[in-house]
């Protein structure tokens, strides 16, 4: 009985974790070049069942089992194992703002390859995001909205003055303050890539994250005035709430279950008359 009510309870904390992951995508819907995650769940490795003591227990050929021998196995539940971004292109739409970039991916040589803008985080070190929602801050630099620099080629932050600039395709910054390449990096595997929070990303991978330019068969454009809206599908994230919230509640249901055959297993069974 206790294995069951285990089982339930895991369950259950699976599919709490699953809604956590489905409300932050949610809330993420409208955010620039936001990745949604997808919930990777795994079993609890399986117990295997002994006999461990002699109690007639037939097989097949109608032969009792020996003492120790192995019955079979038993699962004891599930869990979330971890949540993975998809890399996905997301929607590339018009603001009409020039400090709005949108990475517009073409053919990419490697099936799981991705492309990122290249930017500095608050310790100095390269980050990696697909939010083009840049600003230029006080100093006439451009920067992410939570005032990262966003670097060029060289590793370097870019310069514009103001917000009149221009971005070709290939991803030159021409401005009266200087004319450089917007750092645009590429990767063969985007699935190294983990999340550092306010919509960067990390490499976690062996494989280093090369000049674009450089990466043989990639191809892209840098779109201004254009922001590549979030990968989240409102309606499929919806309809996967509503499923993992009843999934939650039916293993809510076995476990009030277990609980009450417990309860009456405790009070009824063992009182004495």
């Given amino acids: 009985m206790l294995r069951g009510f285990n089982t339930a309870g895991a369950g259950m904390i699976a599919n709490q974790r699953h809604q956590d992951t489905l409300s932050n995508n949610m809330s993420n819907a409208l955010t620039p070049g936001f990745k949604q995650d ?9 117990m ?17 089992l020996p003492r120790n021998q192995i019955v079979g196995s038993i699962n004891s539940g599930t869990y979330l194992q971890e949540d993975v971004p998809l890399f996905e292109q997301g929607d590339v739409r018009e603001t009409s703002m020039p400090t709005d970039l949108a990475l517009q991916n073409g053919n990419l040589p490697d099936e799981t390859g991705f492309l990122f803008f290249e930017v500095a985080n608050e310790d100095g070190d390269v980050r990696y995001t697909r939010n083009g929602n840049f600003t230029v801050d006080a100093e006439g630099f451009l920067t992410t909205n939570e005032g990262y620099y966003v670097l060029n080629e060289d590793g370097e932050p870019i310069q514009t003055g103001s917000e009149a600039f221009e971005v070709t395709e290939n ?3 021409i401005s009266a303050f200087d004319q450089t390449l917007l750092g645009v990096g590429y990767h063969p595997n985007a699935n190294d890539f983990v999340k550092e929070g306010e919509n960067l990303f990390n490499n976690d991978g062996e494989a280093a ?10 191809d892209f454009q ?14 499929a994230t919806m309809a996967d709430m509503t499923r993992a919230h ?3 509640e039916m293993n809510q249901q076995v476990v ?7 309860e009456l297993a405790a009070n009824e069974i063992g009182r004495l008359r």
């Avoid at 997808?38 to 399986?46: G, I, L, Q």
């Fill in 48 to 64: 295997l069942i002994q006999n461990v003591e002699n109690r007639n227990i037939p097989t097949e050929n109608g032969l009792n």
């Fill in 246 to 248: 009843r999934m939650f």
């Fill in 38 to 46: 997808r919930s990777t769940f795994r079993a609890f490795p399986e």
């Fill in 222 to 235: 840098v779109r201004q005035n254009h922001l590549e809206w979030s990968n989240v599908d409102t309606q």
């Fill in 256 to 262: 009030r279950t277990f609980d009450q055959s417990m």
């Fill in 209 to 218: 994250v090369v000049d674009a330019r450089e990466a043989a068969g990639a």
């Fill in 171 to 173: 991803g030159e910054v």
